[in-house]
């Protein structure tokens, strides 16, 4: 089982900041995708990035692979409220298509 | 379309006590995935069924949880006799084919007293 670690654990910012989160394995991935998950929720996948050097943006979202695919980061910008929720990154494996979730970042933006 | 429904949304019971979880999966999605996601923690999978069929239970707890998927649609979790460990949120999804991705329930909040 390849490891994800998300860091930090938790995030608590103001309306307006921006925030990064950071997932990162020691392994190196065929893809990994981010989900978001609000309270009382399921996860609810954002993207999926396969390629190494890898930028893909969804609104104020912005999503990195890193060149050797071992690790990604997820950039908010100008955060809103509706921004809270659990961060949660996840490898596919390419041959069984199972996911594999790190822990996630709590992300808490206040009004 | 409709989403993968699961009931019931929430569940007390006192250790040593059974219960059991339900899934509807979003129609027309052959796979589908129990997980259990621990607080603190990012989902892990349980079992896979392809159809009615298992497909990777590797990682279910066998000697006190059981998961069936007859018809090839429904499907129901049970534990019994649930211990402390077991507080959690369950999680079902489905998934049309490979090229598809996971949807997933909102889950069943369970707490062990």
């Known amino acids: 089982t390849q490891l994800l670690e998300q860091s930090p654990q938790f995030l608590s910012i103001q309306e307006g900041e921006n925030l990064t989160v950071y997932c990162n394995s020691s392994?190196?991935?065929?893809?990994l995708q981010w989900y978001r998950q609000e309270p009382g929720e399921g996860p609810v996948l954002l993207v999926t990035?396969?390629?190494?050097?890898e930028v893909k943006k969804l609104k104020r979202l912005t999503f990195q692979f890193g060149d050797a695919r071992k690790d990604s980061s997820l950039h908010i910008t100008a955060a809103q409220p509706g921004d809270t929720g659990l961060y949660l990154c996840?490898?596919?494996?390419?041959?069984?298509?199972?996911?594999?979730f790190g822990a996630g970042t709590t992300v808490t933006v206040r009004a | 379309e409709a989403g993968v429904a699961q009931s019931p949304r929430y569940k007390i019971i006192e250790k040593r006590q059974s219960v059991a979880f339900w899934c509807n999966p979003i129609?027309?999605?052959?796979?589908l995935y129990w997980y259990q996601q621990i607080l603190g923690q990012g989902p892990k999978l349980l079992i896979q069924?392809?159809?009615?069929?298992?497909?990777?239970d590797s990682q279910l707890p066998k000697d006190r949880f059981s998961a069936e998927r007859l018809k090839g649609v429904d499907s129901t979790l049970k534990i019994q006799p649930a211990k402390l460990e077991d507080s959690a949120v369950y999680l079902c999804?489905?998934?049309?084919?490979?090229?598809?991705?996971?949807?997933f329930g909102d889950g069943t909040r369970l707490s062990i007293l």
């Open positions: 996840a490898h596919l494996r390419s041959n069984d298509y199972k996911l594999s």
């Open positions: 990035v396969v390629t190494g050097g």
């Open positions: 069924f392809q159809n009615n069929g298992v497909v990777d």
């Open positions: 999804a489905s998934r049309l084919n490979t090229n598809q991705p996971q949807h």
């Open positions: 129609s027309g999605h052959a796979t």
């Open positions: 392994s190196v991935f065929s893809s």
